[in-house]
C-alpha cells in the first residue's frame, strides 16, 4: 500500500548510458517532484510537476528530462549518464500547502 | 548565504535528554514549514508541520518566528529511536527548500 513508489531501487551502470527512474504516488496529489541526494547527503530540487505540467525545472543538466503521463505518475530519464550523476534520486508528491511524502529513492551508480 | 541553514551538529546526547535544533532561513515569503527525519540510507519522512502559534506533537515541539525568519525543534525525553538526521524545509512557492540537515545521535 505504497503511498510513493519509484522504481528500481538500485541502479548500476555504465558511462553513457541510457536509463530511466519512474514514480507513481497513490496520495491523488496534483504536485509531483525529483529531487537529487548528493554525497553530501544534501537534498536539491531537480523539477516539478503539477497536474501533469512542468512548473519548476531547475538548473539541471538537459540530459535529464522529466516525463508526467498523468498525475499520479512522474518518471525521469537520463541520457548520456556521466560519473557526477551518481546519487539517491527521490521521487516526492504533495498536495496544497501541505508536507510532502517521498518515495523510497533511486540509487544511481554510473561507473 | 545558503536558503535554509542548520546547526551543523552532529548532536550525540544521552537517552532522556532534551535537544533543541535551529534553523534559519532567507526567503520571508516563506509560507509553509516543516520538519522532516531522515534515517540512513532511507527517505525523508515528515514528522511535523511548523504554525506561527507554534505546535506539540508528543515529545515534539516546533516553534516559528517569521519576524527573525527562525525555525526551532526541540525533542523531549530523547529515546535512542530518535537518531536520525532532522531536515529543516520551508516552502516558498511550489518547491520545498531543504536544509543541510543536523544528526543526532541518542547514547545509551
Known amino acids: 500500500d505504497t503511498a510513493v513508489s519509484q522504481t528500481p531501487k538500485y541502479l548500476v551502470t555504465q558511462m553513457g548510458n541510457d536509463k530511466s527512474i519512474k514514480c507513481e504516488q497513490n496520495l491523488g496529489h496534483d504536485t509531483m517532484y525529483w529531487y537529487k541526494q548528493d554525497s553530501k547527503k544534501f537534498l536539491k530540487i531537480m523539477f516539478s510537476?503539477?497536474?501533469?505540467?512542468?512548473?519548476i525545472n531547475e538548473t539541471v543538466p538537459n540530459r535529464f528530462s522529466p516525463k508526467s503521463p498523468d498525475k499520479a505518475h512522474l518518471n525521469l530519464h537520463i541520457n548520456s549518464l556521466e560519473l557526477g550523476d551518481s546519487a539517491v534520486y527521490f521521487c516526492?508528491?504533495?498536495?496544497?500547502?501541505?508536507?510532502?511524502?517521498f518515495g523510497q529513492g533511486t540509487r544511481l551508480t554510473v561507473v | 548565504r545558503k536558503e535554509v541553514e542548520q546547526d551543523p551538529g552532529p548532536f550525540n546526547v544521552p537517552e532522556g535528554a532534551t535537544v533543541a535544533f535551529n534553523c534559519t532561513y532567507s526567503?520571508?515569503?516563506?509560507?509553509?514549514f516543516f520538519w522532516y527525519r531522515q534515517d540512513c540510507r532511507k527517505e525523508p519522512k515528515l514528522l511535523m508541520s511548523?504554525?506561527?502559534s507554534g505546535n506539540e506533537d508528543g515529545r515534539f515541539t516546533a516553534q516559528l518566528n517569521r519576524a527573525s525568519q527562525y525555525i526551532s525543534l526541540l525533542i523531549r525525553d530523547s529515546k535512542l529511536s530518535d537518531s536520525a538526521t532532522y531536515l529543516c524545509?520551508?516552502?516558498?512557492?511550489?518547491?520545498?527548500?531543504f536544509g543541510p540537515g543536523t544528526r543526532l545521535s541518542v547514547l545509551p
Open positions: 511548523v504554525y506561527s
Open positions: 524545509v520551508v516552502k516558498p512557492g511550489q518547491n520545498f527548500v
Open positions: 526567503n520571508s515569503a516563506s509560507q509553509s
Open positions: 510537476y503539477n497536474n501533469k505540467e512542468l512548473i
Open positions: 516526492a508528491s504533495s498536495r496544497d500547502r501541505y508536507g510532502a511524502f
